[in-house]
């Protein structure tokens, strides 16, 4: 496994989070499949940090404090999987077959989106909310913002990562993977969870179970994208 690049402090805004993405992409193997998941998070980072500091956003300190708690989940399960503690079963399986040579770098970019939107999101809400003392229906501008910027990382992903028109033919199981995960519908019930979360905020017990059972459903799709594929 390669080194994680760890910090003895949580970043706490958003050029500290580019700064840890930065060191991690400098000491991860080109192919590492975490490595090829955070190049594309790396540059959505970095394009949030510019549009905060050009002042494209109405509510900047709401904007900085989602994105700043969304990226502290993965760079834990960086830390966790780096120090050989377990991961949330969203990302267990990105960090199990990171050097997998069947599985496409597209499959790994895939992966890490689907268990970044799919179960941190719906937590940094939540996490958010508690933060600036709000609601999550103060915060759907931004979170639709955000999302928006989610929306390139596919884009980006598609363009860089996907095989050329040539090689990818309608039979191929890329093919059918792309057309089996959508990110807009991932958004969206990304969205509903954290509102559920937010409402379930006073029974402990039950957001705990509603939490691991997401986990673990994310983490079963994760599974499923990275299943390796035949040259």
Known sequence: MG????????PDTVEAVVARMR?????????????VFNRVYLAVTEAVGQRLAAGRFTDSRAVATLDVRFALRYLAAVDAAAAERRPPA????LFQYRGHPGVRPL???LAGINAHIGHDLALAVVDACR???CEPCDLEDEFDRVGDLLVSLEERIREDLMPGPDLLQIADPLT????AWSLERARDATWS??????????LPDVAEEFTQRLDAAVGFAG???LTPLPD
């Open 23 to 35: 060191a991690l992409d400098a000491a991860l193997p080109e192919r590492d499949g975490v490595a």
């Open 107 to 109: 499959q790994f970019a």
């Open 3 to 10: 080194q994680s690049a760890q910090l003895t402090h949580r």
């Open 193 to 202: 969870a954290a509102r559920a979360l937010w409402a379930l905020r006073r």
């Open 131 to 133: 933060a600036l003392e």
């Open 223 to 225: 599974r499923m994208m």
């Open 176 to 179: 059918h993977l792309l057309g």
């Open 90 to 93: 969203c990302w267990r399986p």
